[in-house]
């Protein structure tokens, strides 16, 4: 049972343009939400996170959005840039005490020059 | 490097053999958390230590597996008696707290089983 999805398992995007990577959680309990970053052959890069008390939040290109009612994420990055090319994987948290994130599978994204 | 380290970055074991992972984590950070990553999957959550206790356990398979974060000295990831479905690639997370505090992780190490 998969609890944090990624249905776009691969994006590809002008250099420029923006990107939109989504994600689609179904545990009503998880209240953190983070992307990460990954090269091939690296660990995950902490890139953003949002609690659920907002809706909202930026970092410089990088935007996440969230929609507590869809029980959906969004990660924008605006303008992108090839060396933005990576796997995205969205990761899930649940209460003040947790400790454990859920994973989603990634979304492969090529920024193309 | 104040990163999280992790050592050896590729491990190759035969069937039968042990492995054993090591992390130190960040400085300053005293969580200590281990993922395994199959191929074409997401991180999934092993265990998680505190310095000389384990909080949680229950994503580690109960046979075979073991892990430890002792008073001095990296966190060691144990796997006894390795089969072939143990390759994959196991990543180290350290954080400051828990709660609303990203984790932040190492580069991994690679466990190919012969």
């Known amino acids: 049972d998969q609890q944090v999805k990624q249905n776009s398992p691969s994006l590809s995007v002008q250099e420029g343009r923006i990107s939109i990577l989504n994600c689609d959680y179904t545990?009503?309990?998880?209240?953190?939400f983070l992307w990460y970053k990954k090269y091939p052959a690296e660990g995950p890069t902490f890139l953003i996170s949002i609690s659920s008390i907002k809706d909202k939040n930026e970092d410089g290109r990088f935007t996440v959005f969230l929609n507590k009612s869809a029980k959906h994420l969004s990660l924008h990055i605006v303008p992108s840039q090839p060396g933005d090319s990576a796997v995205y994987f969205c990761a899930a948290g649940a209460g003040a005490g947790s400790y454990q994130l859920t994973f989603g599978k990634g979304t492969k994204l090529s920024v193309i020059p | 490097n104040a990163g999280v380290m992790q050592n050896p970055r590729h491990l190759v074991r035969r069937r039968g053999q042990e492995a054993r992972l090591r992390c130190s984590p960040m400085?300053?950070?005293?969580?200590v958390y281990w993922y395994r990553q199959l191929p074409e999957e997401g991180l999934k959550f092993m265990v998680y230590?505190?310095?000389?206790?384990?909080?949680?356990e229950s994503g580690m398979p109960k046979e075979r597996f073991s892990a430890e974060f002792p008073k001095e000295g990296p966190s060691i990831l144990r796997i006894q008696q390795v089969v072939r479905g143990d390759s994959a690639a196991y990543f180290c997370?350290?954080?400051?707290?828990?709660?609303?505090?990203?984790?932040?992780f190492g580069d991994g190490t690679r466990l190919s089983i012969l």
């Open positions: 545990n009503s309990m998880f209240d953190y």
């Open positions: 400085k300053g950070h005293s969580h």
């Open positions: 230590l505190q310095k000389e206790n384990i909080i949680d």
């Open positions: 997370a350290s954080s400051q707290g828990i709660g609303n505090q990203p984790q932040h």
